[in-house]
């Protein structure tokens, strides 16, 4: 459990969020111009949408296990954990100590070209919650008739952009994350469980990374389908730069310690409401 618990509070230390950039710094104007800023502020739907398929899939059953009042409780908790302008406080903080100042003005300048706008754009559009929902339909089949080399130009911007170790981080820090939470603070936690939970889900990193990356590289050819594969060329070569490295790497990790403050937080606070609530009996 000690070992756990001081993961999570490295976490929670490691991202102390800054009001304003600092003096000579210009990280928002760096997530605003890479659309990292629109992103952030799709995740409390994404929560809520997730947390109603749920809720649906649970009527359809014909056995619903959850209460309604559960579902509201966790709604609520998300809706809290997952706001914008906290997720964008904490991923500028990150990105700020993470990122050199020459390294960022160094991205700004690619950001700032025709191609690096148009990029972003065609990026944001396909994080909107309907434009993901047409790629997620439309990706898997319109990637079957792609070429091999259009293939491999996704593949090896997926390895420069590290696509595919982003999600997988995210995807584990929110499950260890809500279940440590939830373990913390609830009447019935039990945080060794999540102790063995996280051993589980870390033996399964291998396989993850693989289907992640898959499914990245079909999501590219579906984002950057009306990208002129000299375009994607420059892309990449842009990425593999040093500055291009550095800022994909300062992403994630800032991105990645963002959402699982967020999941936490978000655990906790329905471990709280659990343990709080007389209808559980004791």
């Known amino acids: 459990m000690a070992a756990i618990r001081t993961l999570f509070l490295a ?21 605003q111009k890479s659309g990292l800023w629109k992103q952030l502020g799709y995740f409390q739907a994404q ?6 398929e749920s809720r649906a899939s649970e009527a359809r059953s014909g056995q619903p296990r959850i209460r309604e009042a559960d579902i509201e409780r966790v709604q609520a908790a998300g809706h809290i954990a997952f706001a914008p302008d906290r997720l964008r406080a904490s991923v500028r903080g990150d990105m700020e100590r993470l990122l050199k100042p020459a390294d960022e003005a160094e991205v700004l300048d690619w950001l700032s070209t025709d191609l690096g706008m148009r990029l972003t754009r065609l990026e944001e559009e396909s994080e909107d919650p309907a434009g993901y929902a047409l790629m997620m339909r439309e990706a898997p089949k319109y990637a079957k008739g792609l070429p091999e080399d259009r293939l491999d130009r996704m593949r090896r911007l997926e390895k420069a952009v590290q696509g595919g170790a982003a999600s997988v981080e995210i995807t584990i820090g929110i499950t260890t994350a809500v279940a440590y939470g939830i373990a913390s603070t609830s009447r019935f936690g039990n945080t060794e469980m ?8 870390e033996a399964q990193r291998p396989r993850m990374l693989v289907m ?3 499914q990245m590289v079909t999501s590219f050819g579906w984002i950057y389908r009306t990208v002129p594969d000299e375009d994607l060329d420059r892309y990449a070569q ?23 403050r967020a999941s936490l937080e978000m655990g906790e606070r329905i471990g709280r409401a659990d343990a709080s609530d007389p209808k559980r009996g004791s």
């Open 11 to 31: 976490f929670l230390c490691a991202g102390i969020a800054f009001a304003a950039d600092t003096p000579g710094r210009r990280t928002e104007e760096l997530m």
């Open 47 to 52: 929560v809520r949408a997730g947390i109603e």
């Open 194 to 201: 999540v102790e063995k939970l996280k051993e589980q889900i």
């Open 212 to 214: 992640l990356r898959e």
């Open 238 to 260: 842009f990425a593999e730069t040093p500055a291009g490295t550095a800022y994909h790497a300062a992403t994630i990790k800032a991105m990645t310690n963002a959402i699982v």
